[in-house]
């Protein structure tokens, strides 16, 4: 894989999503399964493209559908799901008693109550308890029903369009092809897994690559919710939408609302147009955090904490290394790296350990290290805002990794100060300390837990709006 900036990104994006008739149907907008798949080709992700039947007739695909229907037939199960339905990710904290808590969801949770709500992990090794895992109901469909075969044909369809428009290359296809059987298998998951069920709402994380949950919900009738996962930034690919995409998003499979940490992330949201402030709800810092007595007792230590972004392992593990050359002048400091809870190369990080390096996984929770560390350094990251109320002198690395893009808005909104890499952190944080510069207040990120917000967003008393 190769790493490109997300600015890149989204202009090549931008100029093959164009024609909107080479990626919408009569009834849906493909738009983010086709951005997948154009995105795994700009960024050569070659082993995303799988093998599937989508250049085969329909007849043939719903053959193939039916037999594998009979083979299944005896390993059909039945579920009973709750009202609400939580799909969970793989993002825990460890409190001090040893019990993982959902990250984003512990306490949406816990405010629906146990018996109107089933939680579902989305991966296997989630080590947070759930009613489900996903993979629970894999497999075991019954053959393609009236709705199932209109969306196939409809995905079929779609791909004749634009390989017949010829905007695509033969590699950029097959990978439009393949994001788009993942498209469809998601969908007949929990198409029949939903399909039956008294369940009226799906909670989730990132509406991208939940695309096929959207669509089974969108034509069951259940509303979908958007919990915000993280940083939201006017370089994303798939929020903050340019305008020349209005006339299809409706279509899109967006979920139908969205809930947000601070009146900050709603501002940037309504920069593009696929959220409208109706439908974008402030509910607080709903996130699960250690107590408060906990963090009290924490003092602040002479500690520079880095902290890395998933799969960008060979920019921090480059910068740390060059970090270490600063900090032999400063020898009563010490760095500590915070691992990214997704990070798939962990094992490459176990060098710098060697060097004198703390490496932090999820047992240590960012809450503890914020508390503790003085400066807190990364290129991009929603860390950059949890350390805002914590005392923390927050350093973004500028023209500096694949995501100096993403760099550059962390200074102009006001949440970072850039550093580069010649500059040495530690000098600088004693330069800033005593020009007493203001970032970003907290609580225009985080504002405090609004029970009765989320109640209305997600309609628990009976009042949705």
């Not at 989730?204 to 919710?225: D, K, P």
């Not at 949890?386 to 023209?399: E, P, R, T």
């Not at 694949?402 to 040495?424: Q, R």
Request: one cysteine or more; charged letters at 25%; glycine letters at 4%.
């Amino acid at each position: 894989m190769e790493h490109v900036p997300f600015s890149i990104i989204n202009q090549y994006l931008k100029g093959k999503l164009l024609h909107p008739s080479r990626y919408c149907g009569s009834k849906f907008s493909f738009l983010k399964i086709f951005q997948h798949g154009l995105y795994y080709h700009f960024t050569k992700q070659e082993y995303k493209i799988i093998f599937n039947y989508l250049q085969f007739p329909i007849w043939f695909q719903k053959l193939v559908y039916q037999v594998k229907a009979r083979i299944h037939r005896k390993q059909k199960k039945t579920y009973l799901l709750h009202e609400y339905v939580i799909l969970v990710p793989d993002r825990a904290v460890l409190n001090p008693s040893g019990k993982w808590h959902s990250i984003y969801f512990d306490r949406i949770a816990e405010l629906i109550g146990k018996e109107r709500v089933t939680t579902i992990n989305q991966i296997d090794s989630c080590a947070i308890k759930s009613d489900f895992s996903v993979s629970d109901f894999s497999g075991v469909y019954p053959a393609l029903d009236e709705t199932e075969l209109d969306v196939l044909k409809e995905v079929k369809l779609t791909l004749q369009v634009a390989r017949r428009s010829m905007q695509f290359s033969k590699s950029e296809l097959k990978q439009i092809r393949s994001a788009m059987h993942i498209f469809f298998e998601e969908f007949r998951l929990y198409y029949n897994l939903l399909k039956g069920q008294p369940t009226q709402k799906v909670l989730l994380i990132c509406h991208y690559h939940n695309e096929g949950l959207i669509a089974a919900s969108q034509v069951l009738g259940i509303e979908t919710i958007e919990f915000q996962h993280g940083l939201i930034a006017s370089n994303d690919i798939y929020y903050i939408y340019h305008e020349q995409f209005a006339s299809v998003i409706g279509h899109g499979f967006f979920p139908d609302k969205i809930l947000v940490y601070g009146p900050y992330w709603k501002r940037i949201l309504e920069n593009g147009c696929e959220y409208h402030s109706p439908i974008i709800h402030v509910a607080g810092d709903y996130l699960y955090r250690l107590e408060k007595e906990k963090l009290d007792s924490v003092e602040k230590e002479n500690i520079v904490l880095v902290c890395a972004q998933k799969n960008l392992h060979d920019d921090y593990i480059g910068y740390v290394t060059h970090l270490l050359r600063h900090a032999a002048k400063h020898p009563e400091w010490k760095i500590v790296i915070k691992l990214h809870p997704q990070e798939k190369n962990k094992e490459a990080y176990y060098p710098l350990a060697e060097a004198g390096v703390d490496i932090r996984d999820t047992e240590t929770p960012l809450d503890m290290l914020l508390k503790r560390c003085k400066i807190h350094i990364s290129i991009y990251s929603t860390t950059f805002y949890d350390a805002l109320g914590f005392d923390v002198c927050n350093f973004s690395l500028q023209q500096y990794g694949t995501m100096s893009d993403y760099a550059a808005d962390m200074i102009s909104e006001a949440v970072a100060l850039p550093l580069y890499l010649e500059e040495d952190p530690i000098e600088k944080y004693y330069s800033v300390k005593s020009q007493n510069i203001t970032l970003t207040p907290r609580e225009e990120v985080y504002s405090s837990f609004d029970s009765a917000e989320i109640q209305r967003a997600i309609g628990l008393n009976g009042v949705n709006n």
